[in-house]
T-cell receptor, first 118, second 112 residues
Framework: GEEVAQTPKHLVRGEGQKAKLYCAPIKGHSYVFWYQQVLKNEFKFLISFQNENVFDETGMPKERFSAKCLPNSPCSLEIQATKLEDSAVYFC????????????????FGQGTRLTVV | AQKVTQAQTEISVVEKEDVTLDCVYETRDTTYYLFWYKQPPSGELVFLIRRNSFDEQNEISGRYSWNFQKSTSSFNFTITASQVVDSAVYFCALTNDYKLSFGAGTTVTVRA
């Protein structure tokens, strides 16, 4: 597709429940990034993939967060046993090559998934 | 380590006024890229501009202009003759590897 597609748009989970978010990157883009935006402003980098390989996971709270990008499937971000502080908008972005290395490309962001943990 | 500082939390202007958003960055790398994104109330992130560290030319695109000053590590953004549709949160971002580091954002409110 020509845009990064994130589903669902909204997700409500009770504390302790599992949450799974999906991201279909733009066709032909080899890098996928996940960001968490809390309090409407602050963006926190979570993880990046180069194709199906984890490229950088320094931002992931590994105890409860996991992510995958498998061939021919949307990428996913899963939160086990959600907590109130996981409430945020989760953005996925894809780029043809890394934003820091490409000459002319930039990361295209999806519309985000708003996760509310109650 | 890299860091982006947007000191202005909120700016409110009347339509047709100019508004300048400040962005100061820190990085140890000589090669890096700077971005501005717009996040309107609907929530999506809209790419505005990308600038590499070797290109200090200022850029103008319609009512938008950007001033990159490497000597002061600043990449400021000006909206000329602001319009109500410019109301949004604007983010400055920096990358020198494989992830973007965002500033805290500046909320711009343009009143009719």
């Amino acid at each position: 597709g020509e845009e990064v597609a994130q589903t669902p748009k909204h997700l409500v989970r009770g504390e302790g429940q599992k949450a799974k978010l999906y991201c279909a990157p733009i066709k032909g883009h080899s890098y996928v990034f996940w960001y968490q935006q809390v309090l409407k402003n602050e963006f926190k980098f979570l993880i990046s993939f180069q194709n199906e390989n984890v490229f950088d996971e320094t931002g992931m709270p590994k105890e409860r967060f996991s992510a995958k990008c498998l061939p021919n499937s949307p990428c996913s971000l899963e939160i086990q046993a959600t907590k109130l502080e996981d409430s945020a908008v989760y953005f996925c972005a894809s780029s043809q090559s890394s934003p820091g290395r490409a000459v002319s490309t930039e990361a295209f962001f999806g519309q985000g998934t708003r996760l509310t943990v109650v | 380590a890299q860091k982006v500082t947007q000191a202005q939390t909120e700016i409110s202007v009347v339509e047709k006024e100019d508004v300048t958003l400040d962005c100061v960055y820190e990085t140890r790398d000589t090669t890096y890229y700077l971005f501005w994104y717009k996040q309107p109330p609907s929530g999506e992130l809209v790419f505005l501009i990308r600038r590499n560290s070797f290109d200090e030319q200022n850029e103008i695109s319609g009512r938008y202009s950007w001033n990159f000053q490497k000597s002061t590590s600043s990449f400021n953004f000006t909206i000329t003759a602001s319009q109500v549709v410019d109301s949004a949160v604007y983010f400055c971002a920096l990358t020198n590897d494989y992830k973007l580091s965002f500033g805290a954002g500046t909320t711009v409110t343009v009143r009719a």
